[in-house]
């Protein structure tokens, strides 16, 4: 059964002043003591605290949400708190942002160990990551009805777990909040802000302070999207010009929705499976220029304690099976406090173990009104895309910006151009108005933190604290 929520609930007895605060204080600081982690297992020294467990939604119902937490590496106190959503929908932002991207550390090669993320985003801010809808990760309820979710229930429910971890972490509720995540995010982070800015109005009380919202390679708006996906085949070398010209001549994806298939007349799914078969399986379409991991192979070699580390472009294709494996551990559980309801099925990334039931046609709504709205409540927007994306490509998100802006009549405020990393462009970027700035980066994926940690770090840093992101390299003559 699902527990309560009550390392917020502190019973002090007022013995005088100095003590009250003394009590109030180390309770403030170290937060939810039985939330605690102590040391994962395999994990290097870090000078910051972590903490990992449950906050009950529904308790009659027995719906609870995992989270992990971990603090700023430095100055944990005057940094924001940043709220990280994977997608999916029903993918683990505990197993994809903390343990692959942002977060402070990635498995090791073998999957028995921690090694330290050295660009994790705890250099600039606390960082909190959820498991939702319930059936991801190690979220779940004690109602089988609760399985079948939506856009609008993972909304809410995530509204009140923020609520709850407020009550364990009483310290961080006048925090600066940012509200970040990537691809499915692109509708969970819009609702949810739309949610709390609800909340906030009807609230005599307490209100979130959110102060921005960094969506990556964001799923916003269903026929822009999918279009873009065979224009990147396209313009990348990686399908023929007849077969674009029957993509274009047989698909309208101005009336384009999901129901499961591609819902298209019988040439155009024929012509769209074309595609994907010249594409191939040996093609990652998350990142189209890094080689890819053979699970099978990578699986076995775990299984028999050698190091699986496979290296393309700096970037540990075979990350994800080692964290897997990572977190199947019996000691990993124990350590994160998960699983404390012993769930009949084993972790994985993302729902694909028939449990969770979303519903798919979710993903035909149009985010870019929520967008808007968040704009007009003048909370920064930041938007971003790796260029190395086809599944949601920057080309279509691009576009939508445009669109957005020009239906907000917002001038460019800042004209689209380079931003540099250590000398190197690090991507583009274009800004609108005040609160509206659409980024890419260079070299990077769909899921931005894993191919490129140091320009994600940069952008999400300059973000953080309302900067700019530069646009010259302190080398004036590169090809000398």
Known sequence: MAGTNHCGKVIIFLLGLSFWLLILGAVLVHGCAEDLVEKLPGQPFVPFKQYAGYVDVDK?????????????????????????????PGCSSVGGGAFTELGPFFPTGDGRGLRRNKKSWNRVSNLLFVESPVGVGWSYSNTSSDYQRGDDDTAEDTVKFLLGWFEKFPLYKSRPLFLTGES??????????????????????????????????????????????????????????ELWDQVSRDCDFNDYTFTGDHNQTSQCNEVMNKAYQVISDYVDPYDVFIDVCYDNIAAQELRLRKLVTKKSVGVDVCMTIERKFYFQLPEVQKALHANRTNIPYPWSMCSSNGVLDYNSTDANRDMIPLLKSIIEHKIPLLVYSGDQDSVVPLIGTRTLMRELAKDLNLKIAVDYRTWFHKDQVGGWQIKYGDYLTFATVRGAGHMVPYSQPARALELFGSFVRGKILANSSSIHEPND
């Open 184 to 241: 499915y995010a692109g509708h969970y982070i819009p609702q949810l802000t739309n949610h709390l800015l609800e909340y906030n109005e009807k609230s005599n009380g307490f209100k979130f302070n959110i102060k921005g919202v960094a969506i990556g390679n964001p799923l916003l708006r269903l026929d822009k999207d999918s279009l873009s996906v065979f224009e990147y085949y396209w313009s990348h070398g990686m399908m023929s010009d």
């Open 60 to 88: 009659q119902a027995g719906r609870s949400l995992f989270y992990y937490f971990a603090e700023a590496e430095k100055h944990a106190n005057h940094k924001p708190l940043t709220l990280w959503l994977n997608g999916g």
